[in-house]
DNA sequence: ACATATCTACCTATTGATAGATAGATATCA
DNA sequence: TGATATCTATCTATCAATAGGTAGATATGT
């Protein structure tokens, strides 16, 4: 049986990567679950609780699923390829954005403490990626390529969902790998 | 002198680039302009009104902008840097993201003809870029590598104005461009 | 006199948030 | 064991603030 925190969080969640973070009300999310929106206050005393929790959730399962979907990886090709399928599965599974993608264009709408979970996420990324990078490169280089790859598949996502084609994704980011020839 | 519409359209893009259109309100952008928000209704009956024309200017100035930069242009190289530098300068002098980045992001929450001119902004950057790139290639595969450039510079911009650093904007599009070897 | 632009005043609906109550489970201790 | 106390999860009711939007008066300039 799932706690209704669980619930609450799916809902919201699913809410603000359709729509945003100031486009998702408590009585939402509370007509969502079956409960008045004074008990979500509950579990989330303010707004921000809620979107730290959400950003927070989000990461963790991302991390986690990139290091089951990376786990017999060991080439560069492989780990990127294993990086950008992580990606992709936010958006075929759920056929939303990413949660940090569309809080990071949102970035000066937010509380601080908000937006700089969504910055630690987006940096987490670029460290993974950069180390997947071959060795010998510079590690200058092997950063910028990371921010590059990273760019690539949020905007991929962004463009795909403003498109209503999900193969707007898969061809971006597979002209992208075609063009790094890791 | 400035009009009042323009100063209201002013108002309005940078409030919605920087926090998204559900953050926006009418009283806000009243205030900033110094009228009433019932004043504000004179020009724009409902929000989604003010939506659109914000995304008709916006597009307009955008491909105007495109034109003068790529007017010398005339390798692939050349045309693809000067659309790299039209949306460098969105965000070099606005210090914000595209507004249909944002806006795309959002995708589902918007009125649909909202929501659709802001696909037909995109559809329109692809076309032109897709047009830019060398003749000889396939047209499909130009058409991926367009969504691939546009995908690459919304998600930098996202991502730059996220961690609060320019430099990963032009990193990422140098990577990029480093990459597609035009 | 007319069109343009702005105002005052208001409406209804919704927002995030708070106060205080309650029913039932759980823990503590004589 | 039974009484007392506390915790969990929810409720009802309400708040001040803000949202988008409207009707109708008023000023301004041709």
Redesign the interface.
């Known amino acids: 049986m799932t706690e209704t925190v669980d619930l609450l969080m799916d809902a919201a969640e699913s809410a603000m990567r359709?729509?945003?973070?100031?486009?998702v009300s408590f009585r939402e999310l509370a007509d969502d679950v079956g409960i008045k929106s004074a008990s979500v206050h509950y579990y989330f005393p303010q707004k921000e609780d809620l979107g730290l929790a959400l950003v927070r959730r989000y990461s963790a399962q991302f991390f986690a699923d990139l290091e089951v979907r990376s786990a017999r990886a060991v080439t560069p090709a492989d780990l990127i390829a294993a990086f950008c399928d992580t990606y992709r599965q936010a958006l075929i599974q759920a056929d939303?954005?990413c949660l940090?993608?569309?809080l990071?264009?949102?970035?000066?709408?937010l509380p601080l403490e908000l937006?700089t979970a969504?910055?630690e996420f987006?940096?987490a990324n670029i460290d993974w990626v950069s180390k997947a990078l071959p060795k010998g490169t510079k590690s200058s280089?092997r950063?910028?390529?990371a921010?590059?790859i990273?760019?690539?598949?949020?905007?991929?996502l962004?463009?795909a969902?403003?498109?209503?084609n999900h193969k707007?994704f898969d061809?971006?980011a597979?002209?992208?790998t075609l063009?790094?020839?890791l």
Do not use: P
């Open positions: 359709q729509r945003g973070y100031h486009a939303k954005i940090c993608g569309m990071g264009a949102e970035t000066c709408g937006s969504v910055a987006f940096d280089v950063r910028a390529k921010e590059q990273v760019a690539t598949l949020q905007g991929a962004m463009l969902t403003s498109l209503r707007v061809r971006a597979k002209a992208m063009d790094m020839a």
